[in-house]
């Protein structure tokens, strides 16, 4: 019953900012670690950021340290990514996904079965 909405993407230049919004129901929020993963044409799906259920531990694929900023608001049910700096690499749709988790502890990239549809993030050079 978990439903992620994500929004936010769309066209912008390199050296750019988007904002990414992930709306979930059907959970409690603070019950579930969630993350952004994206996939460009023709390549596997790949980790991007993941932060736990209370937001005391998040984890950044190396290719976006420093430019992405994955946050939460277990308030309204909802999962940001911020990211600045971007790159025509940065180019895919990316995907809002979730996991029940026990505790606030390191989120990891595996087992995240709740996913959205996506949202295309299309970066010009």
């Known amino acids: 019953q978990v439903q992620l909405v994500e929004s936010g993407g769309g066209l912008v230049q390199a050296g750019g900012s988007l904002r990414l919004s992930c709306a979930a129901s059907g959970l409690t929020s603070s019950n579930y670690a969630m993350g952004w993963f994206r996939q460009a044409p023709g390549k596997d799906r790949e980790f991007v950021a993941t932060?736990?259920?209370?937001?005391?531990?998040?984890v950044y694929a190396d290719f976006v340290k420093d430019r992405f900023t994955i946050s939460r608001d277990n308030a309204k049910n909802a999962l940001y990514l911020q990211m600045n700096n971007l790159e025509p690499e940065d180019t895919a749709a990316y995907y809002c996904a979730a996991k029940f988790t026990y505790y606030d502890t390191n989120p990891g990239t595996r087992d995240f079965r709740s996913w959205g549809q996506g949202t295309q993030v299309t970066v010009s050079s």
């Open positions: 932060i736990s259920r209370s937001g005391g531990f998040i």
